[in-house]
């Protein structure tokens, strides 16, 4: 079975501190790992996909297979960060390629 | 490029009813997978649908059905309903496979 873990409901800080949202998952085989975002007002909408290892909005995520983690993170978090996260899981094309979400963490950046 | 468009955006029915709500994906996307949003249990898998088939499913009643068309616009219907299924549902498309997903601002249903 897939299972996507965000341990905490919120996080609020400063402009301009470190941002770290965390993510554990639990799938036997080679998942695929994202994270999604929803600004107010607007759609759910990816973020960022592991397989891409890019920096989107200055947000990085590394996949760590031994401690089966996709943390989120930002050195310097801005206002415009404020939003509802969601980490994701896909096991992969076929039968299986449906994507399990986390419950989401509300991320509030204060100035 | 229009984005994937839900109706009716908000809905009201009584327990017993059944509702059927409409997904219109991205042009040229032929996945369409659906999703039901609460509270207290987040975003869950409910279908999806890839060339008029279902191609895979959650764990929902069998109450909670859908299809595709030709055109890849999906409906998915919900039988006997029941307060808890009150929610947000979001449909969402992609191109192909599952990870890429665009969403629609969804469907909020309300039972009573």
């Given at each position: 079975a897939q299972r996507v873990t965000q341990p905490e409901k919120l996080l609020s800080v400063f402009k301009g501190a470190p941002v770290e949202l965390k993510c554990n998952y639990s799938y036997s085989g080679s998942p695929e790992l994202f994270w999604y975002v929803q600004y107010s007002r607007q759609r759910l909408q990816l973020?960022?996909?592991?397989?891409?290892r890019e920096s989107i909005k200055g947000f990085t995520a590394d996949l760590n297979k031994g401690e089966t983690s996709f943390h989120l993170k930002k050195p310097f978090a801005q206002e415009e960060d404020s939003a509802m996260y969601y980490c994701a899981l896909s096991g992969g094309?076929?039968?299986?390629s449906k994507l399990t979400f986390g419950k989401g963490i509300t991320l509030s950046v204060r100035p | 490029k229009a984005g994937v468009t839900q109706t009716p955006r908000y809905l009201i029915k009584t327990r017993g009813q059944q509702v059927t709500l409409s997904c219109s994906p991205i042009s040229g996307h032929r996945s369409v997978s659906w999703y039901q949003q609460t509270p207290g249990q987040g975003l869950q898998f409910l279908f999806e649908y890839f060339s008029e088939t279902q191609r895979n499913k959650g764990?929902?009643?069998?109450r909670f059905s859908g299809r595709q068309f030709s055109n890849s616009r999906s409906e998915m219907n919900v039988s006997?309903?029941?307060?808890?299924?009150?929610a947000l549902y979001l449909c969402a498309s992609s191109l192909?496979?599952?990870?890429e997903l665009f969403f629609g601002e969804g469907s909020r249903l309300t039972v009573l």
């Open positions: 973020l960022l996909r592991h397989i891409s094309s076929g039968a299986n | 764990n929902f009643p069998g006997t309903l029941e307060l808890g299924d009150s192909d496979r599952v990870g």
